[in-house]
């Protein structure tokens, strides 16, 4: 079956990278990356993504949002991912999923038309043992609002006690989260939700997948040994058309596994664990390709390759890594 995006889909993702290409670019990213003491949020881009509609886009029309559906913020997350873009919109997204699924008539009036405009700031922490210990919440430390994990299904925590948490990815602020009331959403939607943070993670990795593979392309194309580009070397041309066929591969795993949530298809399980571990596993592959094959320069700090391999990397075991979604495939197919 062939199965793309539509042409305002496509506008809708290119809006995305034209802003970030235009206004926040790699110089911009290295700037949040190197501000160790910053919170990894920064306004102009806060915004951008509030006054385009990237928070809004899954928030009811009734709730000042746009409607629209799982396929639509996949388009913004693989976008962002290409831009290796730091701030909190995966987590404000998906805390208003998480409200909107799940919440009561009062906790959306509340909480969906300011996580829409960018009012407040959302997170989600899904992990964790030990009761009121939410560990390495994505955003934690400035979010008004965090979807926490209850016996019953989910909670919405607020003014929960947040220490930091180091990482190597630095486009991404953890912090690690001391929660003492949560106020219980109504209906169980942990499953439903976590399904909605997989895809997003997928596109994330996606985007990251895409535009690492990009940049080698066209280094290659350019730089020289022996007097003619490297990439004219058939090895490099063979890895690199192997890592062009799974990011392509993985894009349309993510896309379908958006559509599979948004229709409620039997086989979205399937989908997002098909999504999920085709895109950590590209991702990895394409972001190593970009060190490799970038020569000296791609070890360097000064480069921006080790952003797109550090992200890549965190992502690629968030909310399930490569062999955990490979045997749940195999679990529901054989």
Do not use: C
């Not at 305002?8 to 290119?14: C, S, T, V």
């Not at 990251?208 to 003619?228: H, K, M, N, P, W």
């Not at 690199?240 to 379908?256: F, N, R, S």
């Not at 797109?308 to 890594?321: C, E, N, P, V």
């Amino acid at each position: 079956m062939f199965f793309a995006l539509t042409e305002d889909q496509q506008e809708f993702g290119a809006a995305v990278t034209t802003y970030l290409a235009e206004r926040f670019d790699m110089e911009a990213v290295r700037r949040v990356f190197e501000d160790a003491d910053g919170d990894g949020n920064p306004g102009s881009l806060w915004k951008a993504a509030a006054e385009q509609g990237w928070l809004a886009v899954t928030v009811p029309e009734e709730h000042d949002g746009l409607g629209l559906g799982l396929v639509e913020a996949q388009v913004i997350a693989r976008a962002l991912g290409a831009g290796v873009a730091p701030g909190p919109w995966r987590g404000t997204v998906l805390a208003a999923e998480a409200i909107r699924l799940a919440g009561s008539d009062e906790q959306k009036a509340a909480w969906l038309p300011r996580l829409a405009s960018g009012d407040a700031i959302g997170a989600v922490g899904l992990r964790g043992d030990a009761p009121g210990v939410v560990p390495a919440v994505e955003y934690g430390a400035i979010a008004d609002v965090v979807v926490v994990r209850t016996p019953d299904g989910l909670g919405l925590a607020t003014g929960a006690q947040a220490t930091p948490v180091g990482s190597y990815d630095r486009t991404t602020r953890l912090a690690t989260l001391d929660v003492a009331e949560v106020e219980p959403l109504p209906d169980d939607a942990a499953a439903q939700l976590t399904a909605r943070a997989t895809v997003l993670v997928a596109a994330d990795l996606v985007g990251i997948a895409r535009e690492a593979l990009s940049r080698t392309v066209a280094y290659d194309r350019e730089r020289e040994q022996f007097g003619v580009p490297v990439g004219s070397f058939q090895a490099l041309k063979h890895a690199l058309a192997d890592i062009h066929v799974g990011v392509t591969m993985a894009e349309h795993a993510a896309l379908y596994a958006a559509h599979a949530v948004d229709a409620g298809l039997d086989d979205v399980e399937l989908a997002v664990a098909v999504a999920k571990a085709k895109a950590s596993d590209v991702a990895l592959q394409s972001t190593a390709a970009m060190i490799q094959y970038h020569g000296g320069i791609g070890y360097t700090w000064e480069h921006e390759s080790h952003f797109f391999y550090k992200r890549a990397k965190r992502l690629a075991g968030l909310y399930g890594g490569v062999d955990q979604h490979r045997e749940r495939i195999a679990a529901l197919t054989l």
